[in-house]
């Protein structure tokens, strides 16, 4: 009896504090979790909360190779000592970061007026086929063949691109579904040709003959470095030059921001837009001619693989910054570079890579609820 | 041309489910406003994810589905904290969750030797004498469990949708988030849930591919199915009804392709398998020419909802 009153006294004691600690009008006295849009945020404090977001990303892909079998010393050897004190590893790593600076470029000046390119991949494979079909058709004067390659791979890369633009500022056919569509299309048309009629007829292997000797980009002097660096570095001054000088690149921001105010004072937004998107197009035919010019000789398989995804990699990290767009690149091709020992002495399949990549872009897109959020804690109740 | 027609119209409901699920999917994440971009991924999730229990448990493959859809509602946690809680950019996470998949699925299917292994899947049934009807019983009786279950997950769906509260919430959700916020709906709760109970259907979707159909998992086999669905889904405007009827259309050209090198009309391999893509671009374009594109489109579709936001 005595110890049932003790009970009732202590809960009636505690709905008593209880009420003492919230007031008559507010109910009980809580910690709140306030979601605030930042206007602003300072740019030093962006950059540290990207590189951040890179660093975690970095650190959970370590985790996971480390999981399949990596040992860690090795993982570190291999992507940093291996790649960065030996020239010719070095110089591996540049020549891959050339075609990546392209594709990451191209994948930029799309998102800059909302076309979300995502048939970079197709674009590509059709580059690379019109440079090879130029290269081994000895089209031209010998002097002029690797112009006419890049020429012919510009085109086919921006050809591949007209039918999903039209269909964008015609009708209004979601660009993101039709240009991946497109891409399994442009596999099927390069299987197509190097199992047929494209096929090497020296061993018959799924793959078109060699480039001979004058279709290939020659080397510049130090280790394997040849002229597709230069060319890429040239193309993102260019490109850097356009958006942030000229009047398209400012008619470009305008259709970033608002495309109805950008109508409302007469921006020329389909001429930009198609103008933009068919550079885009052209820019990865132009990657694909650096693949097949300059890597790989010839027409394989699988020469355009992962640079589509990389491509939209590059540019979301570089906030479609074409200068920004050369440095990620270098580093996803340091990636694509340490992925292949990775995958020849510990046999981690080369889908590694494509894994590090899509978790680095998860990790770095989280981030920016930091960059546009603020979270504010506040106690509510009491003071109503 | 009759044996061909039965072959043709026997062989069409495996072909169609897994479109039909992941279009179902695809319904119940779009309808609460969020873009799920990711189901290309989210098929191989729910494919190795099958094999996997298949190839570690034993031959039990209603099993192995039901680990599809869990491991795919898993996964898709990650994608719904991403898109619902930090509110990124739809198109970016679902893009990345792929790619992701992808990565992830060929990573563990390789280190745990799942890919590229044969195993013995989901056996069609047998239904004794009406099974061995001429036409009729190769069509509609000698069909696997999931065939038989597509019907009623549209009518579940439909159900769901419009009769129930938590239906009416994931539309208001996906109309008008800030309406529905207003009128005490959790709008975050809601479309995480949706986005899990999505994720569940289209890991079903895929885990069919591996444990219904192919009975091996290969890597990518997803092949471009997940990017068909979710054009099958504009086509269908968000209708699970006529998400039905576009699963059996593009699931009866995916079965005709096989057929028609078989009866002896010559067209390069390659041409043929881009066929399916091209025929979905084409239905995209006539949708768009028809203007029923918008028509039907959950307004809030890919916005995300914060609260103290103005827009």
Partial sequence: MLERTARLTDETARLLADEAAAPAAGGPRRLRVFLEVRPAISPIADLLILLAAVAVGVALSAGILIAAGVPPGDLYYEFLVATLTDPQNLSAVMVRAAPLILVGIAAAIAFRVRFWNIGLEGQIIFGGIAAVLVGLGEVGPPAVRLALMLAAALLAGAAWVVLPLVLKLKIGVNEIISTLLLNYVAVNVLLHLIYGPLQDKIDNFPHSPELPAGSRLPLIGWEKLDAGLPLALAVAFIVFWVVRMSRGGLYMRFIHANDRMALAVGVPITLVTAATVLASGALSGAAGFLLVAGQEYRLTPSFFGGYGLSGILIAFLARSNPLGATVAAVLVALLFTAGQSLQVFFQIPSSAVQLIQALIVLVVAASEFFVRHRIRFARTGGAR | ?311
């Fill in chain 2, 1 to 311: 041309m009759t044996a061909f027609l039965v072959n043709w119209a026997a062989a069409t409901p495996a072909f169609a489910v897994p479109f039909l699920f992941a279009a179902l999917g695809l319904i119940l994440s779009e309808r609460a406003g969020v873009l799920f971009l990711g189901v290309e991924g989210f098929m191989l999730i729910g494919a190795l994810a099958g094999a996997a229990t298949i190839l570690t448990l034993g031959p039990y493959p209603i099993v192995a589905l039901v680990v599809s859809m869990l491991a795919s509602s898993l996964v898709a946690i990650l994608f719904a904290g991403l898109v619902v809680g930090l509110r990124v950019n739809q198109v970016l996470a679902g893009l990345a969750m792929v790619f992701f998949a992808g990565g992830l699925t060929a990573l563990l299917g390789a280190t745990f030797g799942w890919t590229n292994v044969a195993f013995s899947g989901l056996p069609k049934l047998s239904f004794g004498p009406l099974s061995d009807l001429p036409v009729v019983g190769r069509i509609l009786f000698r069909q696997d469990l999931v065939v038989y279950l597509a019907i009623p997950a549209v009518i579940a769906v439909q159900y769901l949708l419009t009769r129930t509260m938590f239906g009416l919430k994931l539309r208001a959700v996906g109309e008008n988030p800030q309406a529905a916020d207003s009128a005490g709906v959790a709008v975050q709760g809601i479309r995480f849930v949706a986005v899990l109970m999505a994720a569940a259907l289209i890991g079903l979707a895929g885990g069919y591919l591996s444990v219904g159909t192919s009975k091996i998992f290969v890597d990518g086999m997803s092949a471009g199915r997940g990017w068909i669905a979710i054009a099958l889904v504009i086509f269908a405007r968000w209708q699970p009804w006529r998400a039905l009827g576009g699963a059996l259309l593009f699931g009866g050209i995916e079965a005709l392709i096989p057929r028609i090198s078989a009866v002896g009309i010559q067209v390069p391999q390659y041409f043929m398998l881009m066929t399916p893509y091209l025929i979905t671009l084409a239905v995209m374009v006539w949708i768009a020419v028809k203007k029923h594109g918008s028509f039907g489109t959950p307004a809030a579709l890919g916005v995300p909802h914060v609260r103290e936001e103005r827009r």
